[in-house]
């Protein structure tokens, strides 16, 4: 079963304004980390938050994590046309030696000059 | 550091001949992971390596595919015979592993464009 799960599946906005995506997952998890995906390229690191913080932020990003409901939420605020892509979240899974990355199908966010 | 190099950046070939994608990992990296992306399945986690020995294979679809790591620079993942449902973008990445619980940041490659007629 997918571990995590991205929603919504695709989001178009307006230059300036905010961009939220969620992401669920199932099981118990050590990390949950963002990537982003720009079109016919690989997938670029934007920011990991553990179990044990409920917030955290780069930049225009912001993250949270609650883990008592499984979720988390990436916010990207005053959103750029650069901004355009797709949005992954993954997920790890607590317990042993397990150094696996779970992706969800990603959020493909267009972003409107 | 150039980061994650990949090879060949596109792929086409003909149903049942072997397929080798190659992948230079980031200096100093431990870990090193294979992954196939599709718009049906997402992106897929085939095999992973530390220092050069395979952790978990149980992503790798079939007897078809093998991936071997000679030295902590170098990594192949090879398709034998390929079929057209291989096509795909294969992508390969690695970490460095700075302790604590849990995954570390991946650095991804650009990927290789497969396809397979």
């Known amino acids: 079963s997918q571990q995590g799960e991205e929603d919504p599946q695709a989001l178009s906005i307006q230059e300036g304004e905010n961009a939220t995506m969620n992401c669920s997952y199932k099981?118990?998890?050590?990390?949950l980390q963002w990537y982003r995906q720009n079109s016919g390229r690989g997938l670029v690191h934007l920011i990991l938050i553990r179990s044990n913080e409920r917030e955290k932020h780069s930049g225009r990003l912001r993250v949270t994590l609650d883990t008592s409901k499984k979720s988390s939420s990436l916010l990207i605020t005053a959103s750029r046309a650069a901004d355009t892509a797709s949005y992954f979240c993954?997920?790890?899974?607590?317990?042993?030696?397990?150094?696996?990355?779970?992706f969800g199908k990603g959020t493909l966010l267009t972003v409107n000059p | 550091d150039a980061g994650v190099i990949q090879s060949p950046r596109h792929e086409v070939t003909e149903m049942g001949q072997e397929v080798t994608l190659r992948c230079k990992p980031i200096?100093?990296?431990?870990?090193l992971f294979w992954y196939r992306q599709t718009m049906m399945r997402g992106l897929e986690l085939l095999i992973y390596f530390n220092n050069n020995v395979p952790i978990d294979d149980s992503g790798m679809p079939e007897d078809r595919f093998s991936a071997k790591m000679p030295n902590a620079s170098f990594s192949t993942l090879k398709i034998q015979p390929s079929e057209p449902r291989d096509s795909a973008v294969y992508f390969c990445?690695?970490?460095?592993?700075?302790?604590?619980?849990?995954?570390?940041?991946?650095?991804f490659g650009p990927g290789t464009r497969l396809t397979v007629l």
């Open positions: 200096s100093g990296h431990d870990y």
């Open positions: 990445a690695s970490s460095f592993f700075a302790g604590g619980p849990g995954t570390d940041t991946q650095y």
């Open positions: 099981t118990s998890i050590n990390n």
């Open positions: 993954a997920t790890d899974k607590s317990g042993g030696s397990n150094y696996k990355l779970t």
